[in-house]
């Protein structure tokens, strides 16, 4: 593992796939790490980028919701807002109290990556798997109750609504974060079988 100096923000067009197998390391670069302790200076990295994106997560499925309550309160049916039939309100009830429960787990990880490693790891990726869920569910009720609309570009929702989906495939996605917590459960080095 080495740090590799650059003259500025390297764009990246591709999140899907970066090879660095051809990235040339130039001479008198810091070397941070080899063998083991290079995997475990990367997986720390992971754990703190799940961190992270649980917390933009939670962040992205709370606009989200916001943007769907603002809505159901406007739109109208049979002379009365969509927000006061039942079925629309306790949705999005269940997607407020679902992202509340993904903000503690959030600032949980958080505060443990500095004050208890032991599970940090663990509490990362619990915490971006439960902020994925409840961003995607927030995100498409609040889609769904726009109808049409939801679709269009002139409604921020869609945004959101994409985000929430793909900001969550740039590392595995929730799968391989389960995978993670079950690793850590389990005892087992990161992906063995």
Do not use: C
């Amino acid at each position: 593992l080495v740090l590799v100096p650059l003259d500025g923000p390297t764009p990246v067009e591709n999140l899907g796939s970066m090879p660095l197998a051809d990235v040339a390391v130039p001479p008198g670069a810091v070397e941070l790490a080899q063998g083991p302790a290079a995997l475990a200076a990367h997986d720390a990295a992971i754990d703190e980028w799940l961190a992270l994106t649980a917390a933009a997560l939670v962040a992205v499925g709370a606009r989200g919701l916001e943007l769907g309550v603002e809505y159901v309160k406007e739109r109208r049916a049979w002379g009365v807002p969509i927000g006061s039939f039942q079925a629309i309100s306790h949705r999005l009830a269940d997607s407020a109290a679902a992202l509340d429960g993904a903000r503690l787990l959030a600032h949980e990880a958080a505060w443990a990556h500095d004050d208890d490693p032991a599970r940090a790891a663990e509490l990362a990726a619990m915490a971006f798997a439960f902020a994925y869920e409840s961003a995607r569910d927030a995100t498409y009720r609040s889609l769904h109750f726009h109808g049409g609309y939801g679709f269009m570009l002139e409604y921020d929702i869609q945004l959101y609504y994409r985000r929430a989906r793909a900001w969550a495939t740039v590392y595995g996605g929730p799968r391989e974060a389960y995978r993670r917590v079950t690793d850590k459960r389990l005892g087992r080095a990161a992906g063995a079988v």
